[in-house]
């Protein structure tokens, strides 16, 4: 083989290896809610999403719903506060996630990105109905 070929296919694998076992700082999402919805409305959103993504969604009191991901031997736990003019999504737990230091596996941070979409879009989809 080509040395050249050689090290860029070590740099490829080498790469592509950091990249899958990487951990991120956690991110906790603070989101402004566009149009006019009241509370019941941005409860059924957030449920909504959450049970599409395949969250666990447990409404625990007025404003607050704690979410819980099981995929593939990964937990992450998520307590969710909201009102008619935000949401705040937050890391509580987790387990077999590489969780320290404020840091976590780069997969739970994909998880709550792809819900707090999911929670926009049925907020628009509201907003449309």
Not at 25 to 43: F, L, Y
Request: glycine share 8%; aromatic share 6%; hydrophobic share 40%.
């Amino acid at each position: 083989m080509n040395p050249l070929k050689l090290i860029l296919t070590g740099v490829f694998v080498a790469a592509l290896a950091s990249g899958c076992a990487g951990t991120a700082p956690v991110q906790n999402i603070n989101q402004s809610i566009a149009g006019n919805h009241n509370e019941v409305q941005v409860r059924q959103a957030i449920l909504y999403a959450g049970l599409n993504r395949g969250w666990i969604m447990n409404p625990t009191s007025e404003g607050m719903i704690d979410g819980k991901i099981l995929l593939r031997g990964h937990s992450a736990d998520i307590r969710i506060t909201y009102n008619a003019n935000n949401y705040q999504i937050k890391y509580i737990g987790s387990s077999n996630m590489d969780a320290k230091e404020g840091n976590i596996h780069s997969n739970y941070n994909r998880w709550v990105a792809n819900l707090n979409k999911d929670i926009q879009l049925e907020l628009a989809r509201q907003n449309i109905k």
